[in-house]
C-alpha cells in the first residue's frame, strides 16, 4: 500500500488520537502512581480501548480484513466514556478509570465475539488479538548534526530494556544514526565507537569543486560512501537498500523544484570561500551569519520544495541507504554530496523521482521536516511494521535552547516543522544535554558524555515506554 497524501493521514489520525491520547493517559497513571488497578484490570481497559481504534486487521495470509464497518456502533459507545474519564484537565480520576473496567471489559467481549463471528475464516481470533495486545515501536529522529550522538544512549537503553524497534526514521544526521541502528536487529554501542573512531573530519569532507548532478553544489563534498561503507556493506560488498534492511528506514530530504532555488547555484558553491582572509574572529562570524542567512531562507520558503521520504516514497524503496542519507545531510551552501560514479541502478532510481517529482536538486532534510514522525506513523499504518498498533517515540536535539545562541535562530525555524508532526508523536523526548551542531565527529570524552546523556534524559520515560510496548494478554 502505498503512503497516503498528508489530508489522509491527517483524517486518520484524528480518527484514533482520542483512543491513543486515552491509552497513554492510563498507563501514564499506572506506572507514575501506586499500584490502583490490576493487570487484568488495566489489560482489559487497554483491549477494550484498542478494540475501538481497530480499522484493518493483518491475517498471517498477509491479507488486510475491515473490520472498521462492524466495530462502528462499539467505536462510537467507547468514545463516548472513556476518553472524558481517562483524558480529564484536572487531573486523572483513578476511581472513575476503575469504574470503567466491568462495563468495557463485558462490551469489549462481546464485540470481540460478534466480529469473530461476523467474519468467520477470514479473521483468525490471534491475528485480532495480536493486533489489540501487541504495540510496534517506532523510532524516528531528529536532525541537528553533533546534537544526535545523544540518540546512540537512546538506542543503548531501548536495546537494554529488549526494546526492538520495528521502523526508523529520521533526518539529517538523525537519519545517518538511525542507518546504524538499522543495519541489525540487535543494537551494540561499542560496534558504533569503532565505526566514529576510525572517522575524522578529513575522511568525511573535502574542499574542493566536483561536479553536481542531483546534489546542490556547495564548499564541502561529503564522502560518506568511502567513510562507512566498510561497515554497512552486505556479504558482495555492496551498500544496503532501504527496503532491505533489517529494520525499515525512511529518510526525509527537500526536493529543490525547477526554478525553486532561492538563488543561482554557484552562490551555494562559494558560500565559504574566505577569499584570502584570514580566519579571524570577525572573518568566523561573518562566515557564520552567511550560512545562517543561506539555510532561513530555505526554511523560511520551505512551502516552495518537496518533502521527499526515501524509503516511503513511491519507488524509493530500493535506494541506496549510504546516498539516501547523504543527500538528507546536505546542507545548502555548506555540504554537497552526489552520485557521481558508475551506478546505473541508482541513476535510474533517482532520474525516475526527479521526473515524477519535478525536482532540480536533493538536500539537508531538515529543512522540511526534521522529525518526520507523520510519514513514520503514516507507513506504519500500510502494515509494513506487521501491525498498525504503532507507538511512535521521537528523538530531537535540535530544539530552541539559550545555552546554544549561536544557533537559536535555526533551532526556532527548525521547531516549527518539528511542529507540524507533534500530533503523530505518543513520546518525545527533547534532549538538552548535547553536543554543539558542529561536533560532527566528537573525540572519545565528548562522544561518551553524549551517549550517557542520552541514556540518562530518556531513562525516566521508560517504564512508560516499557509498558506500552510490552505485549500484554487478550480478554479470556
Request: aromatic share 8%; with cysteine; hydrophobic share 45%.
Amino acid at each position: 500500500m502505498p503512503l497516503p497524501p498528508d489530508e489522509v493521514l491527517d483524517a486518520w489520525k484524528a480518527r484514533v488520537r482520542p483512543i491513543e491520547e486515552a491509552e497513554l493517559a492510563l498507563v501514564r497513571a499506572i506506572v507514575t502512581h501506586p499500584p490502583w488497578l490490576s493487570e487484568p484490570d488495566e489489560h482489559a481497559l487497554r483491549y477494550a480501548l484498542n478494540l475501538a481504534r481497530l480499522t484493518l486487521v493483518r491475517t498471517p495470509d498477509g491479507a488486510d480484513v475491515d473490520v472498521a464497518p462492524i466495530l462502528a456502533p462499539y467505536r462510537e459507545e467507547v468514545l463516548a466514556v472513556a476518553p472524558p474519564v481517562l483524558v480529564r484537565p484536572g487531573g486523572f480520576d483513578q476511581v472513575a478509570a476503575a469504574r470503567l473496567v466491568p462495563h468495557l471489559r463485558e462490551h469489549a467481549r462481546a464485540w470481540r465475539a460478534r466480529l469473530l463471528a461476523a467474519l468467520g475464516d477470514r479473521l483468525p481470533a490471534a491475528a485480532l488479538d495480536r493486533e489489540l495486545c501487541e504495540k510496534a515501536l517506532v523510532v524516528v529522529c531528529g536532525g541537528g548534526g553533533g546534537v544526535t550522538w545523544s540518540y546512540l544512549g537512546a538506542f543503548d537503553l531501548l536495546e537494554r530494556f529488549g526494546l526492538e524497534p520495528r521502523l526508523l526514521a529520521g533526518t539529517s544526521m538523525g537519519a545517518a544514526l538511525a542507518l546504524f541502528r538499522a543495519r541489525a536487529r540487535r543494537w551494540r554501542t561499542e560496534e558504533v565507537l569503532e565505526v566514529v573512531r576510525g572517522l575524522s573530519f578529513r575522511t568525511l569532507f573535502q574542499f574542493l569543486e566536483t561536479g553536481s548532478r542531483y546534489g546542490l553544489p556547495a564548499a564541502m563534498r561529503l564522502y560518506l560512501r568511502a567513510a562507512v561503507l566498510d561497515h554497512l556493506a552486505g556479504p558482495g560488498g555492496e551498500a544496503p537498500t532501504l527496503g532491505a534492511l533489517p529494520i525499515p528506514l525512511v529518510v526525509a530530504c527537500t526536493g529543490v523544484r525547477t526554478g525553486a532555488l532561492p538563488r543561482e547555484p554557484e552562490y551555494y558553491e562559494h558560500l565559504l570561500d574566505r577569499h584570502g582572509r584570514a580566519p579571524r574572529p570577525h572573518v568566523v562570524k561573518r562566515l557564520v551569519s552567511e550560512i545562517f542567512q543561506t539555510v532561513s531562507e530555505f526554511m523560511i520558503q520551505r512551502d516552495r520544495f518537496a518533502r521527499v521520504y526515501l524509503g516511503a516514497d513511491e519507488g524509493t524503496a530500493g535506494f541506496d541507504a549510504i546516498d539516501a542519507v547523504g543527500f538528507s545531510s546536505a546542507l545548502p551552501g555548506v555540504i554537497h554530496y552526489d552520485v557521481l560514479r558508475d551506478d546505473p541502478r541508482m541513476h535510474a532510481l533517482l532520474a525516475d523521482l526527479f521526473a515524477r517529482r519535478e525536482l532540480f536538486r536533493l538536500v539537508d532534510g531538515g529543512l522540511v521536516d526534521n522529525l518526520p514522525a507523520r510519514t513514520a506513523w503514516g507507513l506504519s499504518q500500510t502494515g509494513v511494521t506487521g501491525t498498525r498498533n504503532a507507538f511512535v517515540l521521537g528523538l530531537e536535539g535540535f530544539g530552541p535552547k539559550l545555552t546554544q545562541p549561536l544557533w537559536f535562530g535555526l533551532e526556532q525555524l527548525a521547531a516549527q516543522n518539528v511542529a507540524r508532526n507533534r500530533g503523530f508523536v505518543h513520546l518525545l523526548r527533547s534532549y538538552q544535554r548535547v553536543l554543539s551542531p558542529i561536533e560532527i565527529v566528537p573525540g572519545a570524552r565528548s562522544l561518551s558524555r553524549a551517549i550517557q546523556a542520552g541514556r540518562a534524559e530518556l531513562l525516566p520515560d521508560l517504564p512508560l515506554l516499557a509498558r506500552m510496548i510490552r505485549p500484554f494478554p487478550p480478554l479470556a
